[in-house]
């Protein structure tokens, strides 16, 4: 209620403010949690604004990287990079409301229920149904999506380094040179969309070879290997990049439309890549 005002700006309204603050922990439940909301357009927005919110493995990512190059400034950068994300969310909600999703205002009337004692039963029932159908849709997209992900970075020897994904990282320099990354973070990218957590390990993977293994030598490749501008525009690109697996198995399950799936994973990777551009190009001048 107290968001509603505010929520009205992207085509929302109060009841779209729990589903998306849900994303901080992870943004699967928050694109569950819009089954909450009553206008199907509304819904359908909060669905696509919900991978804008940075998870908890985005921020580890961030974690990680950020004291590398910018040591003490680590955590305003870390805050800067959030605050980042949730301007583009508002952004985005702004041109999606007023371009894409083009509707009437949905007024806010909240009826407050009957408070009672929580049957046991019931929750149990509720999170087993629940579970059940979300593993039975979204779970086989999942683990067929996470199969062809692995068999990409394994295939044809059995190694990331000269794997099938990593060729497609090599294809890609080109793109990622505009950023100041190498093959081997592109490849970093792609792999996080399992998980975006695999980032970290996948740097781990392709510069074992440079200043020895552990932390301290995955830390110490990473300096050698980018400049504080390059490494900014990476975690630009990690925190507004598209969502793992999971996320976009739940979307799907959620719209019942792999054409509204695309448009919010198309839409994510062109702000997130333009960003990168973006904050390197600036970067480098200053």
Known sequence: YVMDRFMHLMGLHGKSFMPLFLGFGCNVPAVAGSRIIDSPRARLLTILLAPLVPCAARMAVIVFVAPVFFGAAA?????????????????AGILLNRWVLRGERAAFIMELPLYHLPSARTIGIQVWQNSRDFLKRAGTLILVMSIVVWALSTLPHGR???SYLAAAGR??????????????????????????????????????????????????????????????????????????????????????????????VGLLLVVSLGGGIAVYQAAKVF
């Open 160 to 162: 990331l380094e000269s």
């Open 75 to 91: 955590a305003i950068v870390a805050w800067g990079l959030v605050a980042l994300s949730l301007l583009v969310l508002v952004l």
């Open 171 to 264: 294809a890609l320099a080109p793109l990622g040179a505009l950023m100041g990354l190498d093959w081997r973070m592109l490849v970093a990218l792609l792999t996080s969309f399992v998980a975006k957590e695999n980032a970290i390990a996948t740097m781990g993977v392709l510069f074992a070879g440079s200043t020895g293994s552990g932390t301290a030598g995955l830390e110490a490749a990473l300096a050698n290997a980018l400049t504080p501008a390059a490494a900014l525009a990476f975690l630009v690109v990690q925190i507004l990049f598209v969502p793992c697996v999971a996320t976009v198995a739940a979307m799907h399950q959620e719209t019942r439309s792999w054409a509204w799936t695309g448009l919010g």
